[in-house]
């Protein structure tokens, strides 16, 4: 597969390196390494604090989102950061800054689907050139020479959305808003059950998850407390 992935102008007798790009592992949060000169930072790129990295998601901005990488890059010398968080596969230059997103694998939380799984392939030629090409894991074996095309002025959850969808079916969202009031004896039982169905619909045995679905899944489960289950049946039956 690789060598049909080859850009032009990097024949594989002058690559200086042809690295395989995967997000989201959350591997060390930050790493620099130096390829054929390039400085090259490694991102995961979400803020430690959780206010700040909401407060950073409430902005809903391209431009705030690639700005803060962007410093981060230029504050460690780098040329090229590669980075997640995001799930979105992309590509930007600017000001000889490169900042490459692989897209993920799958998607940020136990209430999404991701559409598009993905990985990158960098590409650093002998005089420090680099070249990027993006891996649809769906189809491979077809050269997927660009990201779905992304307009910077929209907003990044436009983006986002284009990739990703819900899992939660009828009736689900109102039940799993209303169970986080809750005060359950055992939560991480009832959490479990939920993330039970998530994996099942990530493994194509269900289409959505559905407020039904959850029920039947916690009143099988023996580790769910009876008055936590007293607590679920009566909160549904109420919505």
Avoid at 180 to 190: G, I, Q, S, Y
Avoid at 202 to 209: D, F, P, S, V
């Amino acid at each position: 597969m690789s060598d049909a992935y080859l850009p032009s102008g990097f024949p594989a007798n002058r690559l200086a390196a042809r690295i395989g790009l995967i997000s989201d592992t959350h591997l060390p949060e930050q790493q620099l390494v130096s390829v054929a000169g390039r400085r090259i930072l490694l991102w995961h790129s979400h803020d430690p604090h959780r206010a700040t990295e909401l407060r950073l998601r409430e902005a809903d901005s391209w431009a705030v989102l690639l700005g803060r990488i962007r410093e981060r890059a230029r504050r460690a010398g780098a040329t090229l950061a590669v980075f997640g968080h995001i799930h979105v596969p992309l590509q930007q230059e600017e000001d000889g800054l490169l900042l490459v997103n692989p897209g993920a694998l799958a998607p940020g939380n136990h209430y999404l689907r991701q559409r598009l799984q993905s990985v990158a392939l960098l590409f650093v030629r002998d005089d420090g050139a680099t070249a990027v090409r993006h891996v649809d894991l769906n189809d491979p074996e077809q050269v997927y020479t660009i990201p779905p095309r992304i307009d910077w002025q929209a907003s990044f959850s436009t983006a986002h959305n284009a990739i990703s969808e819900t899992i939660l079916g009828p009736g689900l969202a109102r039940l799993l808003s209303a169970l986080r009031n809750v005060d359950f004896a055992e939560p991480e039982t009832v959490k479990a059950a939920y993330r039970r169905l998530a994996h099942r619909c990530w493994a194509g045995e269900l289409a959505l998850i559905t407020a039904a679905d959850l029920l039947a899944e916690i009143a099988a489960d023996p580790d769910v407390p009876y008055a936590d289950r007293q607590k679920i049946n009566q909160l549904a039956g109420a919505l």
